[in-house]
Every structure is written in C-alpha cells, then in structure tokens.
C-alpha cells in the first residue's frame, strides 16, 4: 500500500498492510529549514536527521488551515478580511524583549481597556501566552460586544489542494482547527476558565455562541470545497477532568464540536479529536458526538486509560 492508502484505511476501519508511522508534527506542521528568520529553529542542523526520516520514511499527515498560514496560530489571529473593523477595536505591539519577540495586543471596547501579551523564545517553537486578554465576567461581557465581523476571515483551500497534489501517495492533508470551546478557552488564564465556566455557565455559553458563529460556517464551508478529507479537531480537552467535570463536557463539547462533527461527515470526511489527559469518563461522549477517532490515548500517570482499555470499550 502506499502511504496514502494506507492512511486512508486506517481512517475508514479496513486493513491494512502495516500500521501507519506518523510523527506527528515532525511532518505535519510547516517545517522550513531553508527560511533564514532567526527564530527559525528547523534551520539547526541537529534537526535536519529528523526532518528528513519524516519525509522519507513515515506516513506524512500534513496539518493545514484553511484559514492561517500555521494551523496552530491563535483562532483570532488578525485578517485582511477584518482588519479595517478590527483596528477600531484592537491595537497590536511587537517588539523584541531580552532576545524574545513580544507581541501585546489591546482591547478597547465598552469603556474597557483589555491587554494580552505573548512571548517566543528564540530556540523553541512555542509561543508563550504571559498575560491573557479576559480576566473578568466583565471583561467577557464587553468582549461580547465586539461585532461578529471583527472575526471575518478569509477562506482559502486552495493551499491544502496544493499540497495534497505535491504529496501524491506519500501522505495526506488533515485540515486542522479550534473548536468554539478552544477558541474561547485560550482568551483566558486556566484559573479564571475553569471558574467562569464551572459558575457562570450561562455566560460563558454566550461565548461559546460567538465563537461559534466564525468557526461553524467556516467549517461547513470548508466541508463543501475540500469534501472527504480527514479532520483534526482541538479544544474538547479544556472540558476533561481535572479542569471540569464530565457533564460540562457534554455542555460545552457535544452542543459546539458536534455541530462540527456532523458537517464534516456529510461531506463524506473524518473528524478525528484531539484530547490530551483523562479521557474515562468522557469516552462515551465521544463516541456519542460521532467522532471517527481520538488522540492522545496517554496511560497513567499523563492520563487514566491504555490502548487496551478503549479497544475493549
């Protein structure tokens, strides 16, 4: 079988001639060794060895947005179809720090003045949230305010055709999103999410709603100009335990991922959930909202299942 077949079997239950080898990002997210951005990191050369395995020998799974360069940048990362509007609204800083790229990001709005500061290390690819943008149900009832069209984006697949016709039968694209939950979730500190949203319930729905009304119709959209294709879906981990407990999964997963869900299989496509921790008691949930797989499966002490245990439930 080549890679893409033997990718797309596994997705639909058939078998298969080996097991799928994918290591993840390494071969999933962009990875440029070439790009001379001094915080590029994949330009070391200790990196080349593994950059290269990945692209000879593994299943490449390339992860992609329709929406942002890197599927993994903030869902409310600014965009041409917006920025005019959103300007009103939203200032940006960036600026270098003791060798680290700053960027700080002003809200105003409703008489309020918001601030979220981000931090990235020059040899790590992770951006670092030091401040985050809500820390009040204020502050959530003033962010409601913004208009829907602040978040207007522009939808483009033809990048994931692109590169799904450069990888022929080496692998295949996963188009890579936030659920409404993720999106909502990142504005905030983990403290200040799981109170708001283990006691203001109704509140945070409200903001639930309005990532929503960006994130659903992209979705279906998406679902219509690049139909049957494996999805990946990130966020639903905000509502496992230890954060909240397992009825609020049902609150704020099921009611917005589902939706999500089900799009992406009228389009003949897979959704596959991305849910760190413990999973035993959301399980069931899953299975109940559709969805075609889940990852990671982590045993004890990351997480409180093994692969055994989910294959025999």
């Not at 298969?16 to 001379?36: I, N």
């Not at 994931?160 to 694209?173: F, M, T």
């Not at 990130?234 to 049902?250: I, K, N, R, S, V």
Request: glycine residues 6%; hydrophobic residues 40%; negative net charge.
């Amino acid at each position: 079988m080549t890679s893409r077949e033997r990718l797309m079997a596994t997705v639909e239950g058939r078998a298969v001639d080996r097991p799928a080898v994918s290591f993840y990002e390494v071969g999933g997210l962009k990875m440029d060794p070439s790009d001379p951005d001094p915080f590029n990191i994949y330009r070391d050369p200790s990196w080349q060895p593994l950059l290269a395995l990945a692209e000879e020998r593994t299943d490449l799974i390339r992860m992609r947005s329709p929406v942002r360069a890197q599927s993994h940048q903030a869902w409310d990362s600014p965009q041409a179809a917006s920025e005019e509007l959103r300007s009103e609204f939203f200032a940006v800083e960036r600026y270098l720090d003791r060798g680290c790229r700053v960027t700080r990001t002003t809200l105003t709005i409703a008489g309020r003045v918001m601030t979220a500061l981000t931090r990235r290390d020059r040899d790590v690819d992770t951006i670092w949230t030091t401040e985050h943008l809500l820390k009040s149900p204020a502050d959530v009832e003033a962010y409601l305010q913004l208009p829907d069209d602040v978040f207007a984006e522009t939808i483009d697949v033809s990048p994931l055709v692109e590169e799904e016709r450069h990888l022929g039968e080496r692998g295949i694209v996963m188009v890579d999103t936030e659920d409404p939950l993720c999106a909502a979730a990142t504005l905030f500190g983990m403290e200040d999410f799981t109170i708001l949203a283990m006691t203001q319930q109704d509140l945070f729905h409200r903001l639930l709603e309005k990532c929503a009304r960006v994130i659903h119709p992209r979705t279906e959209q998406v679902t219509r100009q690049f139909p049957g294709r494996l999805w990946r879906i990130y966020g639903p981990e905000f509502a496992t335990q230890p954060y909240l407990p397992p009825h609020l999964f049902d609150e704020y997963v099921i009611r917005y991922t589902g939706p999500m869900i089900e799009a992406i299989h009228r389009s003949g496509g897979f959704a596959r959930i991305h849910i760190h921790g413990r999973i035993r008691n959301i399980l069931d949930s899953v299975v109940r909202m559709g969805a075609d797989a889940i990852d990671p499966i982590e045993p004890p002490p990351q997480g409180d299942v093994d692969l055994a245990f989910v294959r025999t439930e």
